[in-house]
């Protein structure tokens, strides 16, 4: 087959590929949509809506000007899921839906384990039972626990230092074992570092419900003066600055790591799970974080150094080599872009999607 003919099968055959997206109305799902829809798959998106608006999806549909199919439904109920699927002939399922919150999960694990593994269960029932066999996970760089150092290779040791990281390292060896006990499964298990930032169109981006408890999210609203200065938790940690230091991510790139793998599983034979980091690789403290946003906003952002918080770790950051390796995928976007686009979202949507 010529280049250009096998070219335009694989653009023929992408095109007419159904994608399940499970959280899709959510902060990361919502910019998956957008890209797979631009990338020209087709998606429908199962969401119950219990940390999102429906109206982020409006706002993809405006931006990429493709519609989606939204389903207002809850994944744990395994016969209307196993419905969706056959009905719109899905062939990949990327499995967002789930509970995120640390401090929750302490206070109410049983909500977590039932939503978070409950859900998973259900739904990667329903797959089987429709023959539905190749998953994208979002799993999390909380699954090395307390990292004994960085750059955190996807080698290194796990540990769950909270049921939301339970949740997630049950979810792993889930997908794990079902991979090993069928061979015609195709999984890619996909370790976060920090997201942040939103579509640089300010249209779509993250919405906490609440005071976040993240702090790029705390930063943007302090910018605002929606809240009134940010606590630094520890500048005593062994870091440079004695501050925090994480591996941030614009969230384009972090989407843009899923069609990643997304096409590296749909040119795989079964039998195939993989699992990948997806970080930048460079690690930013609290302070070069809140100098950089003053700097791209040019505005001051108030705060204060507090005490540390508990089971905060001094320092944690990707080897992202493997993603490129595999996926030759790379994080595009600096902090600067990030700084400069999450304030962008906050500055159009002072309320959130509200
Ligand atoms: P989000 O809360 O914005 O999105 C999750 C979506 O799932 C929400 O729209 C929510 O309504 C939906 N949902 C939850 N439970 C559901 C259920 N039982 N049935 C149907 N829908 C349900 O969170 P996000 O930041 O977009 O995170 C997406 C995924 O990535 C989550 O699994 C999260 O654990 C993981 N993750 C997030 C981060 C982060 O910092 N944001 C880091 C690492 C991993
Ligand atoms: C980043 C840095 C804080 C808030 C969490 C989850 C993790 C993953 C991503 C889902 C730290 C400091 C924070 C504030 C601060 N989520 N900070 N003042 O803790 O690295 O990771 O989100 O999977 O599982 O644990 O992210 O944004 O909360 O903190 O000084 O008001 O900012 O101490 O150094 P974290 P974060």
Redesign the pocket.
Known sequence: MSNILFFLVNVERMSKHQVLVTGGAGYIGSHACLQLLKEGFEVVVIDNLTNSSKISLQRVEELVDRRLVFVEEDIRNEKEVEKIIRFHNIGSVIHFAGL?A?GESVEYPLEYYENNVGGALSLFKAMKNCGIKNLIFSS???VYGIPEKSPITENSSLSAVNP??ST?LSIEKIIQDIVNSDNQWRSAILR?F?PVGAHPSGKIGEDPKDIP????P?ITQVAMRKLEK?????DDYDTPDG??V?DYIHVMDLVDGHIAALHYLLNQPPKNNVIVNLGTGIGCS?LELIKTFEKINNIEVPYEIAER?AG?VAS?YADASYAYELLNWSAKRDISQMCKDSFEWQTKNPNGFE
């Not at 408890?213 to 790029?216: A, C, E, I, S």
């Not at 940010?230 to 520890?234: A, K, Q, R, T, W």
């Open positions: 995120k640390v999390s760089a909380t939301y990281g997630k976060y920090n408890n993240n702090l790029m705390y940010l606590s630094v938790y520890g501050t925090g994480r609290v918080r905060d944690c």
